[in-house]
């Protein structure tokens, strides 16, 4: 059974901040799934974002496959990946682009692949402007979340580092078509996100669903419907560790409708050494930490291992 979803609405530029505070912090109980409004991210630059990500992935896969995937940055070809690992399909039907951290953060063998400038001159220029109008908001939505939490508004800012923070954009193109060849086939499997927060756009064709109850079979997906100019922001399983289970990672996929889709998301982590426990407002006597701390690059180091296998 598919349902569409009524997700709560989230105004970032709302002057009443504690009352969007407790919306906010009602929604990532609930659902771990919300939207986003009034981030500060011009739609005129989503749009030349979209451009822009049609452009690369149009490119003939030769050219596409010299800027293959190292150290999580570049491109991953279709099958190339299956976030639901025990899925029995091949791999997810869907080509992707990762973009990671602007600033050299951590070593100079770690930097960011970019198309020849003869083959898409304002490719580079306009990923960097999405990255970081992106990051902003992203930033000002944590903000809100601390204050969820009843933290310090700069809480996530500070213990996450996030001047030297290991967040990646990643462009993501399911290719459609036939659907009906007898194989399991999805474009993203079922899976929850590994990190602190995702801020996604998509072009509106459908295809996101969520599953709010991960433990009760079988599992119901519903529907995530696109709202013009909204981002669709999840909360990953660092949160919900940081939060001892109160927010929610929600189990979400991509399914193919057939129709060519294309969507970005921003993964918002914390950096590398940033650790990874139990929030005081969020454990007590009868409700004790869940999680041991752990250090938010090796927990994302184990993550990848399982989903790339290396
Ligand atoms: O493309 C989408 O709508 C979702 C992608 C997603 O869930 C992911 O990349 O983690
Ligand atoms: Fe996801």
Redesign the pocket.
Known sequence: MEEALKLPIIDLSSPDRSSTASTLRQACIEYGFFYVVNHGVEEELTGRLFEESKKFFSLPLEEKMKLFRKEHRGYTALFGEK?DPYSASKGDCKESYYIGPLEDIYSPTKLNQWPSQESLPSWRATMESFYSKVFSAGKRLLSLIALALDLNEDFFEKVGNLDRSAAFL?L?H?PGGSVDSGEEIY??SA?S?YGMV?L?V?DGVR??QVCREKSKQPWVWEDVPHINGAFIVNIGDMMERWTNCLFRSTL?R?MPFGKERY?V?FFLDPNEDCVVECIESCCNESSPPRFPPIRSGDYMKERFRLTYGS
């Open positions: 976030l990643r993501l399911y474009g993203a899976h996100d995702t996604l998509s295809g996101l979400h991509v969507s998301a």
